[in-house]
């Protein structure tokens, strides 16, 4: 567990030795993708330094589509943005934040979750930029990064 612990430090020394900050929140998350775009289901990293949001995604292995597909060829996902460029969060059922990434509505058009239905609707987390294009993530622990942003905004 020691070898786990001490990976995971490197790492998130690494970043902040790349990046040149600190890190102030990290969690998994999965990338669905952006308004009027293509679906993705990249699973990584969502972390914050300094005035930014991060998110890279690894390379997953599956031994059985080694084994059966052929050679494909992985491309990292690595993207951040400024969270001063951000114009809001919501949570939105998945199936809104399909629709939008599909193109079949607009992220102006997708409705917050009620606690009340997200008993019953798979919640992820949309990011609508000032330029009006929305990202949607499957965040693991939502609402702590929503707190998270509101502590930077206001730093």
Not at 35 to 60: A, C, M, P
């Amino acid at each position: 567990m020691k070898d786990v612990e001490s990976e995971a430090k490197k790492f998130w020394e690494e970043k902040e030795a790349e990046k040149g900050g600190k890190v102030t929140f990290y969690t998994f998350a999965t990338f669905l993708g952006r308004s009027s775009d293509r679906q993705v289901t990249n699973g990584g990293l969502i972390y914050s330094i300094d005035d930014r949001i991060y998110f890279e995604d690894f390379e997953k292995e599956n031994w059985l589509i080694k084994l059966v597909a052929r050679k494909s060829k992985y491309e990292k996902t690595e993207f951040n943005f400024k969270i001063g460029d951000i114009e809001n969060t919501k949570i939105v059922s998945r199936n809104s934040a399909l629709n939008c990434i599909a193109g079949y509505t607009e992220g102006s058009e997708t409705k917050p979750l009620t606690p009340f239905m997200r008993l019953f609707a798979k919640p992820v987390v949309q990011i609508t930029m000032k330029n009006g294009t929305s990202m949607f993530f499957d965040i693991m622990r939502a609402s702590d990064f929503l707190e998270a942003l509101k502590t930077s905004e206001q730093v």
